[in-house]
């Protein structure tokens, strides 16, 4: 999704089973997950939405595997999806860069101007992760190309210990525990990254395959 901010954040509201499940639905498709993702804003209401920026996350997150960055700011509001557009206007993105906020405009919300108060910081340079598509070429030849060309998550050995954190996580039991290494069913992972994010050790990171980034690099995906 780009960046965790207010909106995203109230996934964390789905309990138990019901998050898996939902990743499972949707995590392949990032449009549909963005869409989920407002519409449990829109149902969750919350009065304020309070941003800590603190210390931010840049780079190749979530979980250890991102970089902490000093930005010192804390951003707050009524509505939520403003809250988020306004962090993006700070950090120099276009706000339709963020899913949920495209997915926020093409459900008619973010119709109000929003008023801002405050310091409109301006963060340069801040760095974001590479999102590679999670789906490749002609449907029929989709999941061969979704195992062997997209963007996966991939294990460092010297940093795994083998905690079981991350298969109990899975919500596509992709994950299993061998002798000394963790493997993956690509096959059956929808990459959501849950794995990358819960990891304690930082020892998970979504990774583009050679030949995935070759083909995005030849195609200008
Ligand atoms: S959560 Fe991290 S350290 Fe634990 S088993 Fe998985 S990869 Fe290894
Ligand atoms: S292996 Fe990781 S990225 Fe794939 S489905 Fe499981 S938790 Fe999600």
Request: charged share 20%; glycine share 10%; proline share 5%.
């Amino acid at each position: 999704m780009l960046l965790t901010l207010g909106v995203k954040n109230l996934f964390g509201c789905i309990v138990g089973f019901k998050k898996s499940e939902w990743h499972m639905r949707s995590g392949v498709n990032r449009e549909m997950f963005a869409r989920l993702l407002v519409q449990i804003y829109q149902a969750v209401n919350p009065c304020i939405t309070l941003v800590d920026g603190i210390l931010a996350m840049e780079g190749q997150g979530p979980g250890k595997r991102g970089k902490p960055r000093y930005l010192g700011m804390l951003v707050g509001g009524s509505d939520g999806l403003s809250v988020d557009w306004t962090i993006c206007r700070m950090l120099g993105i276009d706000p339709d860069a963020l899913q949920t906020l495209k997915a926020a405009r093409q459900l008619g919300l973010l119709n109000e101007p929003i008023r801002i108060t405050g310091d409109m910081i301006n963060v340069d340079h801040f760095e974001l992760p590479v999102l590679g598509p999670l789906t490749f070429g002609p449907k029929l030849l989709q999941k061969f190309m979704r195992k062997h060309l997209v963007q996966r998550p991939l294990v460092d050995q010297n940093h795994c210990q083998l905690c079981g954190e991350c298969w109990q996580y899975c919500p596509a039991e992709a994950i299993t525990p061998d002798d000394n290494i963790i493997g993956f069913d690509y096959d059956r992972c929808i990459r959501c990254y849950c794995c990358v994010e819960i990891c304690p050790h930082g020892a998970l990171a979504a990774r583009e395959t050679l030949a995935g980034k070759v083909i995005r690099r030849i195609s200008g995906l």
